[in-house]
């Protein structure tokens, strides 16, 4: 993966900024405006331009990333120099939380498109743990829905075919970034066959291959190098091979 490291904008926040960057985002839910200003001034922005690495596997665990502008990927690197798409993260998601278990990054964070990210650093992140039980508990509930998310992803990962995984994924996409278009749902990002491969595990040309069977079976179509997604056909066709590959 080739990373370009590239020196980010921070900027400090100001307390009225509160309303504008905690709104929609799952840890601040239910907080009290005090209890905002008091988050917003231990926080900061940094803006990345498209294709800039955030922080690198390896990297010292020194802040946690809320997602304000832009799109996020988080990649894992293996010893072959195989790239595996963990994520894509879009506004208000947050990224980077683990800084509590590792000392060090275990997947690198990238820049998919120019990026607007809220702050906050580890310091500050454990004060506010202390002293804002509302956040604490959103906290425990966001690492237990991710852990959760895992371990099903895993199973259902080592039990299914590409063309299986690849059916979820995009189904996937389309719930995370879709838009209701006159043909169907259209995943709002340009992802390449190398991205879909990163993301389920298999090789380009074989992305390539159920994509074009895929649409030969009328479950999507393309349009400007993006997807359009006929979701209820591909649900069905997901539900029938999950239902085959299930019978002894």
């Known amino acids: 993966m080739n990373e370009r490291k ?18 929609g985002v799952e840890l ?3 907080i009290s405006q005090k ?22 596997e390896g990297d010292a665990t020194d802040a946690l990333y809320i997602v304000k502008e832009g799109l ?15 994520h894509i993260l879009k506004g208000d998601e947050v990224f980077g939380e683990l ?8 997947f690198s964070a990238v820049a998919i498109e120019d990026v607007v990210l809220t702050v906050v650093p580890r310091e500050n992140f454990l004060i506010l743990l202390a002293s804002v039980p509302t956040m604490s508990l959103n906290f425990a ?3 237990s829905k991710r852990v959760m998310k895992v371990e099903r992803g895993l199973a259902k990962f080592s039990h299914s075919w590409s063309y299986h995984r690849l059916a979820k994924v995009l189904l996937d996409l389309a719930d995370k970034h879709g838009e209701e278009v006159a043909a ?3 995943i709002a990002l340009r992802l390449t066959h190398e991205d879909l491969a990163n993301l389920i595990g298999t090789t380009r040309e074989t992305v390539t291959t159920q994509i074009n069977r895929f649409e030969r079976m009328g479950l999507l179509s393309r349009e400007d190098r993006q997807l359009i997604l006929k979701k209820s056909r591909l649900t069905e066709f997901l539900a029938s091979e999950e239902m085959r590959l299930a019978q002894p």
Do not use: D, H, N
């Open 99 to 106: 800084f509590l278990a590792e000392g060090q990054r275990p």
């Open 72 to 86: 996020v990927k988080l990649v894992s690197v293996s010893e072959k120099g195989t790239e595996t798409i963990l």
């Open 28 to 30: 601040f839910q239910g």
């Open 141 to 143: 509930r966001l690492l």
């Open 184 to 186: 169907g749902t259209l």
């Open 35 to 56: 209890e905002g200003e008091r988050i917003s001034g231990l926080c900061a922005e940094r803006r990345y331009v498209k294709g800039a690495t955030i922080f690198s």
């Open 6 to 23: 590239v020196r980010p904008t921070t900027i400090q926040l100001e307390r009225e900024a509160v309303p504008f960057f905690l709104k």
